[in-house]
Nanobody
Framework: QVQLVESGGGSVQPGGSLRLSCDVS????????MTWFRQGPGKKRELVAA???????RYAESVKGRFTIYQGSTNYTVYLQMNSLKPEDTAVYYC?????????????????WGQGTLVTVSS
C-alpha cells in the first residue's frame, strides 16, 4: 500500500514563510516526479510546482520566485518552501505522484494523492 503524507501547513501572516513536506511510504521501488497542487476556497485544484525524476522543476506563474520545490535526501520526500506568502495562497495543498512502483515484485500505482494540508495566509 502506497501512502503520501503531507505536513507543514498552518496559519501565517502575509509575507511569512512555510515549508510543506510530502513523504511517500510503502516499500517503494521507484517513482515518477512529484507535484504539489492546491485548491483554494471556491476554486478549482491547480498545479503549484512539480519536480521530475531528473530534478527538473516547473512552477505556476503565480508562485514563481516565491516558492521552491526540492527533494529530500531520498527521492521519496519532497518539500515546498513557500516564501512571501499572500492571502491568495490560502488553500489546501496536496501532494501527488503520477506513478509509483511498490512491493516485490513491484506493482504500479497511478495518481496517488495525499490527504492535503491547509495553509491559511491572513493578517
Amino acid at each position: 500500500q502506497v501512502q503520501l503524507v503531507e505536513s507543514g501547513g498552518g496559519s501565517v501572516q502575509p509575507g511569512g514563510s512555510l515549508r510543506l513536506s510530502c513523504d511517500v511510504s510503502g516499500s517503494i521501488a521507484s517513482l515518477s516526479g512529484m507535484t504539489w497542487f492546491r485548491q483554494g476556497p471556491g476554486k478549482k485544484r491547480e498545479l503549484v510546482a512539480a519536480i521530475s525524476g531528473d530534478s527538473r522543476t516547473r512552477y505556476a506563474e503565480s508562485v514563481k520566485g516565491r516558492f521552491t520545490i526540492y527533494q529530500g535526501s531520498t527521492n521519496y520526500t519532497v518539500y515546498l518552501q513557500m516564501n512571501s506568502l499572500k492571502p491568495e495562497d490560502t488553500a489546501v495543498y496536496y501532494c501527488n505522484v503520477a506513478k509509483v512502483w511498490s512491493g516485490n515484485p513491484p506493482s504500479l500505482y497511478s495518481e496517488v494523492w495525499g490527504q492535503g494540508t491547509l495553509v491559511t495566509v491572513s493578517s
